[in-house]
């Protein structure tokens, strides 16, 4: 399987680096199969940085880890009761560090962050929250929350992005 990750820089050893914000499956390295998302994560990137230019790494994950028992895998098939929770725990900086090595399921987009947060301020219930989400299409993500995850990824090259 074929892995994206935008970036300001080339990230040939992915290493995982405790966050300064609270993201959607903990701290970790984050890829996608969605090379357009990447793509606009690695411009988003380079502005908010102010340095560097907008770069696209692309690696090569066995998927057949996701079904083996080599690794403590969390995969979320859709926006659901439990992603939000999960995520919302994530947020809220709750969530139990270190039970999971990989984290994979829907990203919590533009969009949904207004749901999210409106949930989690106490505007809309959980089922509303639930309710709102699930018309959207939403690209994954893939959360490596382990040095052991990271070694199943296989860095292949950079790209500038357009």
Not at 8 to 31: H, S
Not at 75 to 102: C, Q, T
Not at 108 to 113: E, R, S, V
């Amino acid at each position: 399987m074929i892995l994206y990750h935008g970036s300001n820089m080339a990230v040939e050893k992915p290493e995982i680096r405790k966050n300064l914000r609270a993201l959607d499956f903990g701290a970790g390295f984050y890829l996608t199969t969605s090379r357009s998302q990447a793509e606009k994560w690695a411009k988003t990137v380079a502005r908010w940085r102010r340095g560097g230019e907008p770069i696209l790494n692309v690696y090569v994950f066995d998927e057949y880890v996701m079904e083996g028992k080599e690794l403590k895998i969390l995969l979320f098939k859709k926006a659901d009761i439990d992603w939000l929770d999960f995520i919302v725990a994530n947020r809220k900086e709750e969530a139990a560090v270190g039970i999971y090595d990989i984290v994979a399921g829907p990203v919590a987009n533009d969009t949904t962050i207004r749901v999210i947060d409106d949930y989690m301020d106490g505007i809309c219930s959980k089922e509303t929250a639930i309710e709102r989400l699930m018309p959207q299409k939403l690209t994954d993500q893939y959360a490596f929350l382990t040095k052991e995850a990271l070694s199943y990824i296989t860095f292949e090259r950079w790209e500038k992005v357009k």
